[in-house]
C-alpha cells in the first residue's frame, strides 16, 4: 500500500457561513472518524496540500495516509480517505470525510477488478464483457491489495467467471453475492443485426406498397378510367 503525507487543523467554525470562509481561505473542511476515535473530530485541510497528495498517487482512494493534526497530542494517525464531496460544477472538492484505522481491525474496501490473460472465446467472434470493475473487499489494512487479479484465459464463448470462482490471498474476503458475474465472452452480435435489418428493410419496402394500393383504392373513378385509356 501507498503512503502519503498530509497536514491538518483543528476547525471550531461549522455551519454554512464559516465553511465557505474557510473554502474562500483555500482550506477544504473535513471530518475524521474510526473505531480509534470515539467521535468524530472536524477538520481542515489545505486545498494546495490535497492536491499535491492526491496527484502523487495513483490509489486514491485506497492509500494510507500519515495524517499530522496541528497540536494533536498524537504524532500522527494512519488514515484513509473514504469519500469525497465535489462541486457540481467546478468538480473541486469541497469535502473531506477520512477513516482512522486501527491495524488490527478489518475495513471494507472497494479493490479495482483487473483483467489478465486473453480469452480463445474472442478468437472465434465473441465479445469480452467485463460486468463488475471493483469488489468490495474486507481484510486487515495491511492487506489491502492494490487490485484484483482475475484470468480470463479458461475463457470460451457462453462461459463466465463469478465472485465465487476467483480465488484471493488468505485474509482477503469478498462481501456481497457469490454468484456476481466478474466477466463472459458473449457470442458475436453481427449476424443478429443483419438479419434484423435485412427484415426492417423487407418492412418497409412491403409498408410501401401497401400504401401504394390504398392510394389506388381511394382515387375516383374517374382518375382509374383514365389510367386505363
Same mark, same amino acid.
Given at each position: 500500500? *501507498?503512503?502519503?503525507?498530509?497536514? @491538518?487543523?483543528?476547525?471550531?467554525?461549522i455551519?454554512?457561513?464559516?465553511v465557505?470562509?474557510?473554502?474562500?481561505?483555500g482550506l477544504?473542511?473535513?471530518?475524521?472518524?474510526?473505531p480509534?476515535?470515539?467521535? @468524530? /473530530?472536524?477538520?481542515?485541510v489545505?486545498?494546495?496540500?490535497?492536491?499535491?497528495?492526491?496527484?502523487?498517487t495513483? %490509489?486514491?482512494?485506497?492509500? #494510507?495516509?500519515n495524517?499530522?493534526? &496541528?497540536?494533536?497530542?498524537?504524532?500522527?494517525?494512519t488514515?484513509? #480517505?473514504?469519500? #469525497?464531496?465535489k462541486?457540481?460544477?467546478?468538480? =473541486?472538492?469541497?469535502?473531506? =470525510?477520512?477513516?482512522?484505522?486501527l491495524?488490527d +481491525?478489518k475495513?471494507?474496501v =472497494?479493490?479495482p477488478?483487473?483483467?489478465s490473460?486473453?480469452?480463445?472465446? /474472442? %478468437?472465434?467472434?465473441?465479445?469480452l464483457?467485463? &460486468?463488475s470493475r @471493483?469488489?468490495?473487499?474486507?481484510?486487515?489494512?495491511n492487506q489491502?491489495?492494490d487490485?484484483?487479479?482475475?484470468?480470463?484465459?479458461?475463457l470460451? /464463448?457462453?462461459?463466465?467467471? +463469478?465472485?465465487? =470462482?476467483?480465488n484471493?490471498?488468505q485474509g482477503?474476503?469478498?462481501?456481497?453475492d457469490?454468484?456476481q458475474?466478474?466477466?463472459?465472452?458473449?457470442a458475436?452480435m453481427?449476424?443478429v443485426?443483419v438479419?434484423?435489418a *435485412?427484415?426492417?428493410? %423487407?418492412?418497409?419496402?412491403?409498408? #410501401?406498397?401497401v400504401? *401504394?394500393?390504398?392510394?389506388?383504392? &381511394?382515387?375516383?373513378?374517374?382518375k382509374?378510367? &383514365?389510367?386505363?385509356k
Amino acid at each position: 500500500m *501507498e503512503k502519503i503525507e498530509l497536514a @491538518a487543523q483543528q476547525r471550531e467554525g461549522i455551519g454554512k457561513g464559516a465553511v465557505k470562509k474557510m473554502r474562500k481561505g483555500g482550506l477544504i473542511p473535513c471530518v475524521l472518524y474510526g473505531p480509534a476515535s470515539k467521535e @468524530a /473530530i472536524p477538520l481542515t485541510v489545505k486545498a494546495l496540500e490535497l492536491q499535491k497528495a492526491l496527484s502523487s498517487t495513483q %490509489a486514491k482512494s485506497n492509500v #494510507f495516509v500519515n495524517l499530522k493534526i &496541528e497540536g494533536d497530542k498524537k504524532k500522527a494517525r494512519t488514515v484513509m #480517505f473514504r469519500s #469525497f464531496q465535489k462541486d457540481p460544477v467546478k468538480r =473541486d472538492i469541497i469535502h473531506v =470525510d477520512l477513516y482512522e484505522m486501527l491495524m488490527d +481491525h478489518k475495513v471494507v474496501v =472497494d479493490v479495482p477488478v483487473h483483467l489478465s490473460g486473453k480469452a480463445p472465446g /474472442i %478468437a472465434l467472434g465473441g465479445i469480452l464483457q467485463q &460486468e463488475s470493475r @471493483a469488489l468490495k473487499i474486507e481484510c486487515l489494512p495491511n492487506q489491502i491489495p492494490d487490485k484484483i487479479d482475475v484470468d480470463v484465459t479458461s475463457l470460451t /464463448i457462453g462461459h463466465s467467471i +463469478h465472485v465465487k =470462482d476467483i480465488n484471493l490471498p488468505q485474509g482477503l474476503k469478498v462481501l456481497g453475492d457469490p454468484n456476481q458475474t466478474i466477466v463472459l465472452v458473449s457470442a458475436p452480435m453481427a449476424e443478429v443485426e443483419v438479419k434484423t435489418a *435485412e427484415e426492417a428493410k %423487407a418492412e418497409i419496402a412491403k409498408s #410501401f406498397e401497401v400504401k *401504394e394500393e390504398e392510394k389506388k383504392a &381511394e382515387e375516383p373513378a374517374e382518375k382509374k378510367e &383514365e389510367k386505363k385509356k
